[in-house]
T-cell receptor
Framework: SAVISQKPSRDICQRGTSLTIQCQVD?????MFWYRQQPGQSLTLIAT?????????ESGFVIDKFPISRPNLTFSTLTVSNMSPEDSSIYLC??????????FGPGTRLLVL | AQTVTQSQPEMSVQEAETVTLSCTYD???????LFWYKQPPSRQMILVIR??????QNATENRFSVNFQKAAKSFSLKISDSQLGDAAMYFC???????????????FGKGTKLTVNP
């Protein structure tokens, strides 16, 4: 497994602003992922964060709205840009070590007013 | 397309009893993996158990076991001797080896809310 932390754990933001969420792992991992969980819903993959290159986005998610960085093998950020109330969700980071098993961080609960 | 279906939005069980959560999936692949994750109110997603499709033996982790029926594409989770701490949302998920140039991803079901009554 892996020890994963996310900052902030929660935030309340005004519409039109941006928030950057950090994901830190206690050891090097091959893959890092970002998921969104809208209220009362399941998880949806936003993108795969690739170290040293652009993230790979899933259908319905674009880089301008959700820019992602991954400067090294233990850290990634997700920015939620130009937020609207529809962006209110839990955002989760997950990691894998080149296998099919993913381990999740504690999540960031975002409320946009 | 890969889909995962959990037909029970909510389930309840008495403490110390056994409960089974249902999951079905749809894939045309032969090489895949299946998972159950637990999400308590703290919202942390916790891996409960995993099953490799090529293994006929059902996976077991302490009080948690699965009934994997590959032909029926069914993957149910059995929780024995239920405890108050088992109360959570349970998500079934599947993973496919990505096609060349494709991305890895887990596909999740909608979840089952489990209540444990004292």
């Amino acid at each position: 497994s892996a020890v994963i932390s996310q900052k902030p754990s929660r935030d309340i933001c005004q519409r039109g602003t941006s928030l950057t969420i950090q994901c830190q792992v206690d050891s090097q991992v091959t893959m890092m992922f970002w998921y969104r969980q809208q209220p009362g819903q399941s998880l949806t993959l936003i993108a795969t964060a690739n170290q040293g290159s652009e993230a790979t986005y899933e259908s319905g998610f674009v880089i301008d709205k959700f820019p992602i960085s991954r400067p090294n093998l233990t850290f990634s950020t997700l920015t939620v840009s130009n937020m609207s109330p529809e962006d209110s969700s839990i955002y989760l980071c997950s990691v894998s070590r080149g296998s099919e098993t993913q381990y999740f961080g504690p999540g960031t609960r975002l409320l946009v007013l | 397309a890969q889909t995962v279906t959990q037909s029970q939005p909510e389930m309840s069980v008495q403490e110390a009893e056994t409960v089974t959560l249902s999951c079905t999936y749809d894939t045309s692949e032969s090489d895949y993996y299946l998972f159950w994750y637990k999400q308590p109110p703290s919202r942390q997603m916790i891996l409960v158990i995993r099953q490799e499709a090529y293994k006929q033996q059902n996976a077991t982790e302490n009080r948690f076991s699965v009934n994997f029926q590959k032909a029926a594409k069914s993957f149910s989770l059995k929780i024995s001797d239920s405890q108050l701490g088992d109360a959570a949302m349970y998500f079934c998920a599947s993973y496919l080896s990505p096609p060349q140039g494709g991305s890895e991803k887990l596909v999740f079901g909608k979840g089952t809310k489990l209540t444990v009554n004292p």
